[in-house]
T-cell receptor, first 111, second 117 residues
Framework: DAKTTQPPSMDCAEGRAANLPCNHS???????VYWYRQIHSQGPQYIIH???NNETNEMASLIITEDRKSSTLILPHATLRDTAVYYC????????????FGTGTSLTVIP | GAVVSQHPSRVICKSGTSVKIECRSL??????MFWYRQFPKQSLMLMAT?????????EQGVEKDKFLINHASLTLSTLTVTSAHPEDSSFYIC?????????????FGDGTRLSIL
């Protein structure tokens, strides 16, 4: 079962930062936070993941709160191509557990 | 570039037909792959875990005789939908990871859209 809660939908103006929140209040010490996105009729695309430190790559930044009960995915300059459903997933790294998807956030970038 | 490839991308066939979907890891060996199903406007639902050289592990409610999984090599897993009916029409997606027991992310194929007439 999914262990995360996300708002069902969000809008963001093109060129502005998109901040997508995720609540994972029951996260365990060995669980990482992963973010994926799915553009219509495609497979999910990996974005970023982290354990407790903030992470940044060429696509996005991941901010994890100190108590690890929530996180925020930041797309610094949203473009129309960032319109997608964004999934936040928690997964233990050392048990081979599968990825269980929640309902995600449908992000619409507006021109 | 893509690290997990699915084939075919789309299948349309008659009711009662069996359909095979292939999932390949392109540049790494995957002892474990995963199969998901996604209905319109819904999230991905994990169907089964495919293990190289052994039987697949199915999620609760997924019929193992209906959805046959074969993982004969470290780079290929196949899902066969046997005697498909219209209710089996869905978007089927596979994934694989270089190492399952690590923090490495899974990589997903582009999915197979199955339509049963």
């Amino acid at each position: 079962d999914a262990k995360t809660t996300q708002p069902p939908s969000m809008d963001c103006a093109e060129g502005r930062a998109a901040n997508l929140p995720c609540n994972h209040s029951t996260i365990s010490g060995n669980e990482y936070v992963y973010w994926y996105r799915q553009i219509h009729s495609q497979g999910p695309q990996y974005i970023i993941h982290g354990l407790k430190n903030n992470e940044t790559n060429e696509m996005a930044s991941l901010i994890i709160t100190e108590d690890r009960k929530s996180s925020t995915l930041i797309l610094p300059h949203a473009t129309l191509r960032d319109t997608a459903v964004y999934y936040c997933i928690v997964r233990a790294w050392n048990t081979g557990n599968q990825f269980y998807f929640g309902t995600g956030t449908s992000l619409t970038v507006i021109p | 570039g893509a690290v997990v490839s699915q084939h075919p991308s789309r299948v349309i066939c008659k009711s009662g037909t069996s359909v095979k979907i292939e999932c390949r890891s392109l540049d790494f060996q995957a002892t474990t792959m995963f199969w998901y199903r996604q209905f319109p406007k819904q999230s991905l639902m994990l169907m089964a875990t495919s293990n190289e050289g052994s039987k697949a592990t199915y999620e609760q409610g997924v019929e193992k005789d209906k959805f046959l999984i074969n993982h004969a090599s470290l780079t290929l897993s196949t899902l066969t939908v046997t005697s498909a009916h219209p209710e089996d029409s869905s978007f089927y997606i596979c994934s694989a990871a270089r190492e399952v027991t690590s923090n490495q992310p899974q990589h997903f194929g582009d999915g197979t859209r199955l339509s049963i007439l």
